[in-house]
């Protein structure tokens, strides 16, 4: 069964840093492409970004040059680094991935940029 645990968010002011990470399990890691999606406050849920599993990766145009992507395919680690923080950034951050034709989400981690 596939299992997908956020951590790392937090309470930020506008210019910092948050890092946030996934941990998967239930998949082959090291196959599989991962992306992040997030979810503001009355907002529809939006891609952030993803990578594939040899580590190239794709920005959405607002996060691009202030978030980056990483992967760790031993321990089966996922990370968003998060620069530059903007109260616009504010949002649930889930980790996810396909598997099967299904689609699979974490539960999130809260994310709140204050300014």
């Known amino acids: 069964q596939v299992h997908l645990v956020e951590r790392g968010g937090g309470l930020v002011q506008a210019g910092g840093s948050l890092r946030l990470s996934c941990a998967a399990s239930g998949i082959n890691f090291r196959l599989h492409p991962m992306a992040w999606h997030r979810q503001g406050p009355g907002k529809q849920r939006e891609w952030v970004g993803d990578?594939?599993?040899?580590?190239?990766?794709n920005y959405s145009e607002s996060v691009k040059d202030r978030f980056t992507i990483s992967r760790d395919n031993v321990w089966n680690r996922l990370y968003l680094q998060m620069d530059t923080l903007k109260p616009e950034d504010t949002a649930r951050y889930y980790c996810?991935?396909?598997?099967?034709?299904?689609?699979?989400w974490g539960q999130g981690t809260q994310v709140t940029v204050s300014s």
């Open positions: 990578i594939t599993g040899s580590g190239s990766t």
């Open positions: 996810t991935t396909r598997f099967r034709g299904r689609s699979y």
